[in-house]
């Protein structure tokens, strides 16, 4: 996976995150609580691609040689 890769991964899924949150305070707003777990998940799982991903991408723009 080269660097272009990893920044459309976190690219997406910042998106997803974003979007998922939104939906996330809409269900809580609009009292349907059966989807705010489930878009809450999927939100933080999101953010833990995006970190790891991030992870990759450093490690592949800063190594020696």
């Known amino acids: ?5 990893c920044w459309a991964i976190i690219f997406i899924a910042l998106v997803v ?3 998922m949150l ?3 305070l809409n269900a809580y ?3 349907d609580p059966e989807y ?3 878009y809450t998940a999927v939100a933080v799982a999101s953010a833990i ?4 991903t991030y992870l990759r991408w450093r ?4 190594k020696n040689g």
């Open 49 to 52: 691609i995006t970190f790891i």
């Open 29 to 31: 707003v609009g009292r």
């Open 36 to 38: 705010i777990l489930v």
């Open 59 to 62: 490690k592949l723009e800063y």
């Open 1 to 5: 996976m080269g660097k272009r890769a």
């Open 17 to 19: 995150n974003v979007v």
């Open 22 to 24: 939104q939906w996330t």
